[in-house]
């Protein structure tokens, strides 16, 4: 029983190898946040290492996104960062969840939330692993953009808008 549940496994393992996942490469770019904000080449370098790959329309995919399961995993793992932050399209959302996605930026790099450990684990994307410099220039920068935000549209514009509950 236990020899038939093995081969069972490895036909399983080996056959989702011929399984792939649409990758994440579209780079369009049309809404980037770079389209509306002033994005200097410091923060630039710091969103492109630590950010994009999970929360951008160009994912730089490792070597190992070709074996399965581990595929699957980054699939679902890009597709969940873009749920919550899409650098790609963000001046497609409504100025107010543009203001709170600054907000969110500010508060998960403080907490250091993001980038997330999963993501430098054993030594993966060195670059993401921000120092306390880093941060403090990526807080510095949403929070200009905030204060930006806030010069050029009516408080109550920037402000999200309570949902309705059933």
């Not at 492109?48 to 399961?69: E, F, G, L, M, R």
């Amino acid at each position: 029983m236990k020899k038939k549940i093995l081969i069972a496994l490895i036909v399983l393992l080996v056959g989702i190898q011929f399984v792939h996942q649409e990758k994440n490469e579209s780079n369009d770019d049309t809404y980037a946040i770079s389209t509306k904000y002033l994005v200097p080449e410091n923060v630039n370098h710091i969103l492109k290492v630590a950010c994009n790959d999970c929360h951008s329309n160009k994912s730089t995919y490792p070597w190992y996104n070709n074996i399965q399961p581990v595929g699957f995993f980054l699939t679902h793992h890009i597709n969940d960062g873009k749920k919550h932050l899409n650098l790609s399209t963000f001046t497609k959302l409504p100025i107010a969840v543009q203001n709170h996605k600054l907000e969110e930026i500010v508060e998960t790099v403080e907490k250091k939330e993001m980038p997330m450990e999963s993501y430098t684990y054993f030594g993966l994307h060195q670059e993401a692993n921000l120092s306390q410099e880093q941060r403090e220039m990526l807080i510095t920068w949403a929070k200009a953009q905030m204060d930006s935000l806030k010069s050029h549209y009516p408080a109550d514009s920037l402000v999200m808008k309570k949902r309705k509950q059933s």
